[in-house]
């Protein structure tokens, strides 16, 4: 018979065996044992435990090897990429501004421009195991995890390489994803750069507050310097920063500079520093007793300066320099920078702008402009005084300074180049056409008031009243230099109508001389043609009164006009962009005199309206701007709209060496001036301030004359006019002791040398030293200034014009203005 089995024991059988407590889940074998129970329940449990732990390893390890497989290194972020364009005034070293994208204020360094100095004191302050990690800090996640669950934070005690790369590759997102992908594209990263590139680029990219992004930033915002000038002290409060940019800032810690938590950070640093050179780490020279010496106080952090990035006259300065920057294009004529490489790609721009001559201008402005009219009146905007002035370089095109209007944050309108009507200011470009047409300055016009003109109506002077409503008369026959210093309409309506293409040939004049045509007229622009702004208002080349200024225009366009006179004739492309070097440090775009230079009226146009514009000056209606030292030419000019109300006045003149035009405009520009303004022609407030511009920019400057008139006596149109007979020769000049530089000029007079005392009379010949033949004087200069005509001559105030005058361009032979054609 077989025995009967229990468990493991047999029945009856000689072994006596015990079978199994079935209460025992783990079969122990002396389960009526109580201790030896719990010691086998213990031991069993830690194998499993052990079995586990390494399958999660082994599962783990699995997953890190497939994520680091699957985790790819993206894109970079666009913005921290993004680093700020620089724009700097003439000569390349002090900052007009710069262009960012967005708020991110950004200047990178390459790993050779980073300052050694910062670089420990990064180090010290964010990742003393840096040069020992592979990108991850083993410890400091382990950390992390244990504080994260305890507390329910979710913060991370990351190494410098995984803030750059959550800085440049990925979102500020804290989740437990975004550290999984942080780990594994940092020890990517760690293998594909070197630690100098990896340290360089997070201090690139890394914000320090103050909307700073990168240590270049942050050194010039916080301490108004480059970083390579950075001292111990300076380099280490800006890596403490680091820890907490906000609330560190230092003027907003406390009186203390900083207050104590700053303070505390910044120990640590330098602490971390010294360190770092006890264990040869260093890359920069300092020793422990400066370390010692430093950590005592903070450095001095200056007063931080208001966000002025855009305030005053700097944002129409960069809105200026912006939108040439987008009208410049390659040879296939395409643009040659996009706003976006404008915005942020390090490009650093020179430009022609002076930082004196704009200072001389908003000086000006502020000094001169009545005190009771604001330029910004939020109540009533009609009655703002809106003022543009622009100074250009006679013989670049290049803008050196201007003066917009009110600061730029107010509002963004720039009246130096939206300008208003021009007025008389157009009246040298009537003359210059005039010249070149073959009248002279002699050929005379008429100067009654109450001209009519073939358009219909009646053309008024200056000095209207209830008693004299067609205003001043000069009389029936003054030269075009009257008319010129006088600023007398008829003169110039007349002499616009008697052209060959009456109208035509003034609007034509002025586009050469660098006016700009308006939007439907842009096509009769001269090739390579450019302007600020590019266009004109209402400037219609068949407008009869088109010489009288109705069209609006720039003052930054209308002083470029008057330098082409300055320049004898030759137009240069006014431009305010000088240089350009994109972020590598080439130069991908730079200024060429040539291509912008045009030949607008022959030398000798330019010179006689030259003499007519100075005339205007030493005695016309512009003698307020003569106070300056220079030689000057200018013009007047006050023009009216719609309702017969002076609407703008304006002063544009010039210097041998720089042109400037002045413009004041109420309201939106075409507002009521008269009885508004307790002087509202060109010849007060914008004269007034034009020579507040010109004296400190040319005082200083070496004497340097303007050549001689030529007198151009060409062959005048015969069509539509009755022919011109000229004016009064002048006298021939005569020999005199007292002959100034002034007179002998005008060619008034011949200065007689004076023997020096010790020079005695000699019997023997005097041999004479070769000298170059004396040119002959012009067969006929100006008139001569007898008693009966000086008005016509601008001497004296009653009105004579001289007997044998007679007024050509366009007078019938009784002087009757109805002759006047187009």
């Not at 004196?356 to 009219?373: I, N, S, T």
């Not at 303007?706 to 151009?712: D, Q």
């Amino acid at each position: 018979m077989r025995p009967e089995r229990h468990g493991d024991g047999v029945k009856g059988g000689s072994g006596g065996g015990k079978g199994r407590d079935p209460k025992s889940a783990f079969g122990a074998d002396d389960y009526g044992d109580g201790k030896r129970d719990k010691k086998a329940l213990a031991a069993r449990i830690g194998k499993i435990a052990a079995v586990c732990a390494l399958v999660l390893a082994l599962i783990g390890s699995a997953g890190v090897i497939i994520s680091y497989h699957m985790i790819s290194i993206p894109s970079a972020n666009a913005a921290f990429q993004a680093e700020s364009s620089f724009v700097y005034y003439a000569g390349g070293k002090k900052e007009v501004g710069r262009f960012q994208a967005g708020d991110q204020n950004r200047d990178a360094l390459s790993p050779e421009e980073m300052p050694a100095l910062v670089k420990d004191a990064a180090v010290a302050a964010e990742d003393r195991s840096f040069y020992e990690n592979n990108g991850i800090d083993l410890k400091g996640i382990a950390r992390t995890l244990f504080s994260n669950a305890t507390t329910g934070s979710q913060g991370g005690a990351s190494t410098i390489t995984q803030q750059y790369v959550k800085n440049l590759y990925l979102s500020q997102e804290r989740t437990y994803s975004r550290k999984v992908k942080e780990a594994v594209i940092s020890l990517k990263i760690s293998r594909q750069k070197s630690k100098d590139e990896i340290l360089t680029g997070y201090l690139n990219t890394v914000y320090f507050g103050r909307g700073a992004y990168g240590v270049q930033a942050a050194a010039k915002t916080y301490f108004r310097k480059s970083a390579k000038d950075l001292n111990i002290k300076e380099a280490a409060a800006l890596t403490a920063i680091l820890n907490n940019p906000n609330g560190f800032d230092p003027e907003k810690a406390g009186a203390d500079a900083g207050g104590t938590e700053l303070l505390g950070r910044y120990q640590y640093v330098l602490n971390g520093m010294a360190e770092l050179k006890s264990q040869g780490k260093a890359l920069s020279d300092y020793d422990a007793a400066t370390l010692e010496k430093a950590k005592g106080a903070l450095p001095k952090f200056p007063k931080p300066k208001a966000d002025s990035r855009l305030g005053g006259q700097k944002g129409h300065a960069l809105t200026l320099v912006k939108n040439e920057l987008k009208s410049l294009k390659n040879e296939d004529g395409e643009p040659l920078f996009t706003e976006e490489e404008i915005d942020s790609k390090g490009l650093k721009v020179t430009t022609t702008l002076s930082a004196k001559a704009m200072k001389a201008a908003e000086d000006a402005v502020r000094d001169v402009r009545p005190e009771d009219k604001k330029a910004v009146n939020t109540k009533n905007p009609n009655n703002e005084l809106h003022v543009g002035a622009a100074t250009v370089d006679v013989k670049t095109g290049a803008l050196k300074g201007f003066y917009g209007g009110q600061d730029y944050l107010e509002s963004q309108i720039n009246w130096a180049a939206s300008g208003g009507m021009a007025g008389s200011t157009m009246k040298p470009f009537t003359l210059a056409a005039a010249l070149e047409a073959g009248y002279s300055l002699k050929d005379t016009w008429t100067g009654e008031a109450g001209l009519e003109y073939a358009g219909g109506g009646t053309v008024r002077n200056s000095g209207q009243s209830e008693s004299d409503p067609a205003g001043h008369s000069y009389g029936e026959h003054i030269t075009g230099i009257k008319a010129m210093e006088e600023s007398v309409n008829t003169s110039f309506v007349q002499m616009s109508a008697a052209l060959p293409n009456g109208s035509e040939d003034v609007y034509e004049m002025a586009v050469k001389a660098g006016l700009p045509p308006d939007e439907q007229h842009a096509a009769e622009a001269p090739a390579d043609y450019r302007s600020i702004p590019a266009y004109s208002v209402d400037f219609d080349p068949k407008n009869y009164l088109l010489t009288l200024g109705r069209q609006a225009i720039s003052p930054i366009n209308m002083a470029n006009g008057f330098a082409t006179i300055a320049n004898g004739g030759v137009r240069n492309t006014v431009h305010v962009v000088s240089k350009v070097v994109n972020a590598k440090g080439e130069v991908v775009y730079e200024w060429d005199q040539r291509d912008g230079e045009e030949r607008a009226m022959s030398e000798d146009a330019a010179d006689d309206t030259s003499y007519a514009l100075q005339r205007v000056v030493e005695s016309g209606t512009g003698k307020t701007a003569g106070v300056i030292k220079q030689p000057a030419a200018g013009k007047t000019g006050t023009a009216t709209n719609a309702d017969d109300d002076v609407s703008s006045a304006w002063f544009a003149g010039y210097t041998p060496q720089l042109s400037t035009a002045v413009m004041y405009v109420r309201g939106k520009g075409s507002g009521k001036l008269d009885d508004w303004l307790d002087s509202y022609y060109g010849a007060g407030y914008p004269a007034e301030t034009w020579a507040a511009i010109m004296g400190p920019l040319t005082d200083d400057l070496e004497l340097e004359e303007f050549p001689e008139p030529a007198w151009m006596d060409g062959i005048a149109p015969q069509d539509g006019h009755e022919p011109s007979l000229t004016a009064t020769p002048e006298p021939t000049p005569t020999p005199s002791e007292d002959c100034s530089k002034k007179r002998e000029r005008k060619g008034l007079c011949i200065p007689i040398e004076k023997p020096e005392e010790d020079q005695k009379p000699s019997d023997e010949p005097t041999e004479e030293p070769d000298e170059e033949p004396t040119p002959d004087e012009p067969e006929s200069t100006e008139p001569e200034v007898p008693d009966a005509s000086c008005d016509w001559l601008g001497d004296c105030e009653t009105s004579s014009p001289p007997a044998d005058g007679n007024n050509g361009g366009g007078n019938n032979d009784t002087g009757n203005a109805e002759g006047a054609t187009q």
